[in-house]
């Protein structure tokens, strides 16, 4: 059945309807919690402009470890950016604010991430936008609300200052250890990711009632939602929870074990037909039947947890991972090696089933992109392009989007309402590119002054 529902499903998914089509979603985001959610979006489908202050645009433009770029480009930006249209607006400027709340009146969705009262100062916030809109969904993303302590403290936010109060750093660490912080951005990114939820919830509901609304997220308190069962055991227990590494408190076993090529191995069989197929698997059937084993709750006793965990760290140890992952299969319990990112780049399932998209971008070239990782049979996400330099579809959106004249055009670069890229790596197109690949629509075929463009 699952075959025949997804047969040459990556084939023709480009040629399928996607899911958001007609969604317009205007965004005044940086970094990654803002953006990575309109790109959520713009993969199902939703047309995103994303509006950029000119010439240099979003700062996550160079954000790449160690400084190193992807054609020019900064490897988290083309993370979280594709599929979407590159404004260069100035929003400190009245007539930047004037094309915005223009952009605003025909879209479904605003979306941004600055810190409380900045869209308002600028005359764009949703009190603002929602008299000329009233069918409008707003979205304001920071670390800690619009309103409260941190609020009213104007505190700065990122991903780490999340993790650290939410507790999700002191809880991935070790016992004894410093706490850890988790070097992706997953505060960023499940940020965004249930605002988009949130999005969706407020799309149906004025799909029902005609009306927008006004949505607020904390990225602090998302990464809480992620924290399992760890709140409600201190609020009931008083107990609380502290760093386990990677054993995991409530299956057992479950853990990540050195095995005897030095690869590591997460194993897990916490039900009796699991726990058992391991035992048997280790050679020691009769732990199965031992009183400290022989039942789940038993076994997550600490004392009995740290027993058999020891048992199989030491068993663990006398074999290969590929061993223990045959003999997994064989007896039925969870085993799985730890790839490191080579490993999951050339994973030869993760291209089958392509959530490792191939994408022959008109101005980065040829790549693979980690594409929406959801299938859906009717209206498949997909990744389209890849990201843009500031101000690379000023001329398509102003025209498409706002029936603009070349000579109103014109005006609006002349006063800086608008702009390009700066002249600098991460900013501008790479050095590849042929100046016309990819371009809608062009300064040039509008006849527009080319002094427009800024060096940087």
């Not at 502290?242 to 408190?249: I, K, S, Y």
């Not at 790549?367 to 997909?382: A, Q």
């Not at 070349?406 to 670069?413: C, F, N, S, V, W």
């Amino acid at each position: 059945m699952a075959m025949e529902t997804w047969k040459d499903y990556l084939q023709n998914k480009h040629n399928r309807p996607a899911p958001l089509k007609g969604i317009k979603v205007l965004e005044a985001c940086t970094i990654i919690l803002g953006p990575a959610g309109p790109s959520f979006l713009a993969k199902l489908g939703a047309e995103v402009i994303k509006c950029e202050i000119p010439p240099l645009g979003d700062t996550s433009r160079n954000l790449g470890p160690f400084g190193d770029n992807f054609r020019d480009q900064g490897t988290g930006f083309v993370h979280a950016n594709q599929n979407k249209y590159f404004m260069g607006l100035d929003l400190h400027k009245p007539e930047g604010q004037e094309i915005f709340r223009q952009l605003a009146a025909q879209c479904d969705v605003v979306e941004e991430n600055m810190r409380p009262g900045v869209l308002e100062k600028w005359n764009v916030g949703y009190r603002q936008l929602k008299e000329i809109n009233p069918r409008l969904i707003y979205i304001s993303k920071n670390g800690f609300g619009q309103w409260g302590q941190y609020a009213v403290e104007n505190r700065p936010s990122n991903d780490g200052a999340s993790q650290a109060l939410a507790g999700f750093s002191w809880m991935s660490s070790f016992p004894g250890q410093r706490p850890l912080r988790s070097r992706l951005y997953v505060a960023d990114n499940y940020g965004a990711l249930l605002g988009e939820v949130a999005v969706l919830a407020a799309l149906h509901n004025r799909q029902r009632t005609g009306k927008g609304q006004y949505i607020e997220l904390s990225q602090t308190e998302s990464l809480i939602r992620t924290m399992s069962w760890v709140w409600p055991y201190q609020a009931i227990t008083g107990n609380t929870a502290g760093p386990e590494g990677n054993r995991d408190v409530c299956v057992c076993p479950a853990d990540t074990f050195r095995c005897a090529d030095d690869i590591y191995v997460a194993i897990a069989a916490a039900m009796p037909d699991e726990f058992k197929g391991l035992c048997t698997a280790m050679g020691r059937p009769e732990l199965a039947d031992d009183p400290r084993f022989s039942d789940h709750l038993t076994r997550l006793q600490d004392e009995n947890a740290k027993e058999i965990l020891d048992l199989v760290g030491k068993w663990a140890r006398t074999k290969k991972s590929g061993e223990i992952e045959q003999l997994a299969e064989k007896h039925g319990f969870a085993a799985t090696h730890i790839l490191n990112v080579k490993e999951l780049v050339e994973d030869e399932n993760a291209r089958e089933r392509g959530s490792m998209a191939f994408v022959d971008d008109p101005v980065l070239g040829p790549m693979y992109e980690f594409d929406f990782p959801v299938l859906m049979s009717k209206t498949p996400p997909k990744v389209r392009w890849s990201v843009r330099a500031v101000g690379f579809d000023n001329e398509y959106v102003l025209t498409h989007m706002l029936a603009k004249n070349k000579e109103q055009i014109k005006k609006l670069y002349e006063c800086g309402a608008v702009g390009k890229w700066a002249d600098v790596v991460t900013r501008r197109p790479p050095d590849t590119w042929d100046g016309q690949s990819g371009l809608i629509m062009s300064r040039e075929s509008m006849d527009i002054p080319k002094a427009a463009k800024q060096k940087g």
